[in-house]
């Protein structure tokens, strides 16, 4: 069982916005704004889209942007396009020990 | 272009001890900016962060895994490795080694493409 808990799969059409939930607890999401986000192609390694909560690495398009509130953090993805068909994975720091904490993974589809 | 390539046995008998390396070019692994970790992915699921290590030697570990996991730097190979002692079957995964900057609690941002290590007998 996954410490932060995501939803198995989202979907979307082209064009269209979906958002992926991250909840943790106090001592992980809601404790720091250290959350990022990943994305990973099958059979492939995830790639950084997010951190820091906000913040997109360089080369990142700006359709992909994240949020969080209390415990919860969120994944967003505007103006879906056939490529963004992938598993996302939220991360967080969770304290003592440079602890870092992931979420089971989401499955976005686009329809 | 940094780099990073894991290496080892993909095969791994139960009770025995799990051994990966990760060379890395385009970069040098005794930067002080950067820490160095392990994160797994058995198949199917979903991410697992092992541990990190920095070039002074500095070493964090997953709580869950910890007394198992011993990971270490060799700066003149520009190279870190991971050892897994007293594997079973849940240990097989894909693993990955990353680099992730260091101060703050950054994320990993250069990944290596994985390999599969399958614990059987």
């Known amino acids: 069982q996954s410490a932060l808990t995501q939803p198995p799969s989202a979907s979307g059409s082209p064009g269209q916005s979906v958002t992926i939930s991250c909840t943790g607890t106090s001592s992980d999401v809601g404790g720091y704004n250290y959350v990022s986000w990943y994305q990973q192609h099958p059979g492939k390694a995830p790639k950084l889209m997010i951190y820091e909560v906000n913040q997109r690495p360089s080369g990142v398009p700006d359709r992909f942007s994240g949020s969080k509130s209390g415990n919860t953090a969120s994944l967003t993805v505007s103006g879906l396009q056939a490529d963004d068909e992938a598993d996302y994975y939220c991360s967080s720091y969770a304290g003592s020990n440079n602890l870092r904490v992931f979420g089971g993974g989401t499955k976005l589809t686009v329809l | 272009q940094l780099q990073l390539q894991e290496s080892g046995p993909g095969l791994v008998k139960p009770s025995e001890t799990l051994s990966l390396t990760c060379t890395v070019s385009?970069?040098?692994?005794?930067?002080?900016?950067?820490?160095w970790g392990w994160i797994r992915q058995p198949p199917g699921k979903g991410l697992e962060w092992i541990g990190s290590?920095?070039?002074?030697?500095?070493?964090y570990h997953n709580p869950s895994l910890k007394s198992r996991v011993t990971i270490s730097v060799d700066t003149s190979k520009n190279q870190f490795s991971l050892k897994l002692s007293s594997v079973t079957a849940s240990d097989t995964a894909v693993y990955y080694c990353?680099?992730?900057?260091?101060?703050?609690?950054?994320?990993?941002?250069?990944w290596g493409q994985g390999t599969l290590v399958t614990v059987s007998s």
């Open positions: 385009g970069g040098s692994i005794s930067s002080s900016s950067y820490y």
């Open positions: 290590i920095h070039y002074s030697g500095n070493t």
């Open positions: 990353a680099r992730r900057n260091s101060g703050k609690p950054y994320p990993f941002d250069y």
